[in-house]
């Protein structure tokens, strides 16, 4: 292994960004590589909603035991896309099985919890120190509910929330439509979290990143991981297609692609494409500053600086399987039941691809039987939430710090 090589990070969406910037300031000499420009895969789409109060782990009991209802609603936040259902089968068996496992569910909230406890503060950082503050709001944000029973689904969470030191607000129907102008008349509770951020830009903080880190010295290459050279439990070099780059270390950051990666190095990372559609309506007599989510539609609407974004529901599929527009369809629906009147015209849609693992729970540290390797994928829903937290967590472990307590369900040697 060569010292003076670099460390390769792979994947530059925006894990894969914020890894490279946290290494970077390390100290260490790092060069990014990505098929695709740094954000045009799954980091260009998401909701841009900074969830650092997500403490439950959607591999539990209760989401299994809706799951079959929300199956059946053809209108519902889950579906699967039929062609690629015996594919799925054994990602979907592991899941129900990690859903009915206390120990598993406990590993979910004590690593959510540890991840929320620095995700906040980790984010603010590099909000700072890379310049992104034009990117992002601190308005709250609201969660609305069209039924008692939907609002009382929330206590576990509530709980969770309160211990962690949340702060936030449960409203009535009337004090939502105050924090959200435009709100149907349907809606009977709302929980508000006055701290919530959110960006206004994904995509952009995502090229910001790279941006600053290529000004820093950072070289960014596009090209295809096709290989790596290994010498026993090191890796010495990341082959392209057409070339062959000396490493460090290697860091694999690439979504969902992240999966292929692994088995070309001898461990396992069950990923599937849980696909999210979004939106972009003209800003139309939208009152609203903040993003609003209907968590039993399973959406967020989020004000971004070039309209709102409706983002949301889950289509497990394939890799590469062709859209299903319907989907992104839903969304203008379930927007107009929350916000009757509400919005223009559609800009543009999107699909994208989230990065899940059948527990819920990213990879996130060194990979097992190889020294230097480190991980920092499946990050589902949490992509956005957790980048600059998994960054600082890969960028310490690689200096010889140890990963904080609560963060052993997170293990990228769990699934062999």
């Known amino acids: 292994m060569d010292p003076e090589a670099p460390v390769i990070v792979i994947g530059a969406g925006i894990v894969g960004a914020a890894t490279a910037r946290a290494v970077q300031r390390a100290g260490h000499r790092v060069t990014l590589v990505d098929s695709d420009e740094p954000g045009r895969a799954t980091s260009f789409g998401n909701a841009g909603y900074l969830s650092f109060d997500s403490l439950i782990p959607l591999a ?4 299994l035991k809706k799951t079959p209802q929300m199956l059946m609603d053809r209108d519902g936040p889950l579906t699967v ?4 259902l ?3 089968l054994p990602w979907m068996a592991r899941f129900a099985r990690a859903s009915l496992d206390k120990k598993e569910v406990a590993k979910g ?3 959510l919890k540890a991840l929320m406890l620095q ?3 980790a984010w603010k950082t590099e909000i700072q120190a890379s310049g992104l503050g034009e990117l992002f ?3 709250g944000a609201l969660y609305v509910y069209e039924s008692e029973a939907a609002f009382l689904d929330t206590d576990e969470m509530r709980n969770l929330q309160s211990d962690k030191g949340t702060t936030f607000e449960i409203v009535d129907g009337a004090r939502a439509r105050e924090i959200a102008p435009g709100l149907s008349p349907h809606i009977t509770r709302g929980i ?3 701290n919530g951020g959110h960006s206004i830009d994904p995509h952009k903080v995502v090229a910001t990143l790279a941006e600053r880190f290529a000004a820093d010295g950072g070289v960014i290459l596009r090209g295809k991981v096709r290989g790596f050279g290994r010498s026993g439990n090191h890796v010495n070099s990341v082959k392209l297609t057409d070339a062959e780059l000396p490493a460090k270390a290697v860091v694999i950051t690439a979504g969902r692609a992240s999966g292929e990666l692994t088995r070309l190095l001898g461990f396992n990372a069950p990923l599937v494409a849980e696909r999210g559609y979004h939106v972009m309506l ?3 007599n939208v009152r609203f500053d903040l993003p609003v989510s209907p968590p039993e539609r399973g959406l967020f609407f989020t004000p971004m600086a070039d309209g709102v974004r409706l983002a949301g529901t889950v289509e497990l599929a394939a890799p590469h399987q062709p859209p299903s527009w319907h989907r992104a369809d839903l969304l203008k629906k379930h927007f107009a039941a929350i916000f009757p009147g509400v919005g223009g015209a559609e800009t543009s849609r999107w699909i994208g691809e989230r990065p899940t693992l059948p527990d819920y729970r990213p990879a996130i540290g060194r990979a097992p039987r190889l020294a230097n390797v480190y991980c920092g994928y499946g990050h589902q829903h949490l992509g956005l939430t957790l980048a600059t937290v998994t960054a600082r967590l890969i960028a310490g472990q690689m200096d010889g710090e140890p990963l904080p307590d609560g963060l052993e369900g997170c293990d990228p040697g769990r699934f062999g």
């Open 192 to 194: 508000f979290y006055p």
């Open 109 to 111: 909230k004590a690593s």
């Open 119 to 121: 995700a906040d503060i």
């Open 81 to 84: 896309h039929p062609p690629s």
């Open 137 to 139: 709001r601190t308005r």
């Open 282 to 284: 003209a800003p139309d």
């Open 86 to 88: 015996p594919s799925l």
């Open 60 to 63: 539990r009991p209760a989401t």
